[in-house]
């Protein structure tokens, strides 16, 4: 589990394709690795990827077809600079939201502009995960916790303050670059309970109602 509060940028020094799988090498930066142990998490770029080796400067980590397919490693290039955060402990600050690692899909930048000394950026995402991006809800993007300002359809605008901007890749973001999205967990879930098809013979007793009453629907 991780926040989406970026700890580190790093650089991708080696990408191994290996069939359908990657192989990454990456060196963390100012990240503090001497905690991390093999088979330890770290979110780089939003995904959650397990250490497979320690380096005395980074980390090797494995990214299945899986991922992938899903995110936008397939067209990473050597050189390029990742958001880095550890996983979370129980001494850690949860600044941002309860972020999972596992990526959803990937988000398109439509339009960047200035506003006051923040970037604002509009995006689209894919058609299947527009339902769960709310207003002034919490989306992940290439592993940043950010606020949903604005929803428009498949489209949904974002705020990078000036601290956000310095400290990850986001402030390099041009039109048409890809990001890894990952959508508010609490979503997926509230979906699920409300499935009918999901639900066993008795009844959860999650109903629309309920959910409103306890603050989860404007």
């Known amino acids: 589990m991780f926040t989406g509060i970026i700890e580190a940028l790093g650089t991708l020094t080696k990408i191994e ?15 503090d690795l001497s905690d991390v142990k093999l088979g330890d998490s770290i979110a780089t770029n939003g995904v959650c990827l397990t250490v497979v080796e320690c380096l005395s400067h980074g980390y090797v980590a494995d990214v299945s077809a899986e991922t992938v397919a899903l995110t936008g490693f397939a067209d990473y290039q050597a050189g390029q600079k990742v958001n880095l955060e550890k996983a979370v402990t129980a001494n850690t600050r949860l600044g941002g939201h309860m972020v999972s690692g596992h990526v959803d899909g990937v988000a398109t930048v439509d339009k960047r502009e200035m506003r006051g000394q923040a970037i604002e950026f509009w995006l689209t995402a894919p058609i299947a995960l527009a339902r769960y991006i709310a207003h002034k809800g919490s989306i992940t993007i290439d592993g940043v916790s950010l606020t ?6 498949q489209q949904f605008r974002l705020t990078i303050v000036p601290h956000t901007a310095s400290e990850t890749t986001l402030t390099s973001l041009k ?17 699920r309970l409300m499935d009918p098809s999901a639900q066993e013979s008795k009844p959860s007793g999650v109903t629309m109602a309920l959910l409103a009453q306890s603050g989860f629907l404007r």
């Open 17 to 31: 394709r290996q069939s359908d799988d990657i192989r990454l090498t990456v060196d963390s930066g100012k990240l």
């Open 148 to 153: 949903v300002n604005e929803v428009n359809q």
């Open 175 to 191: 039109n048409g670059d890809k990001v890894n999205i990952e959508v508010d967990l609490v979503a997926r879930y509230l979906e």
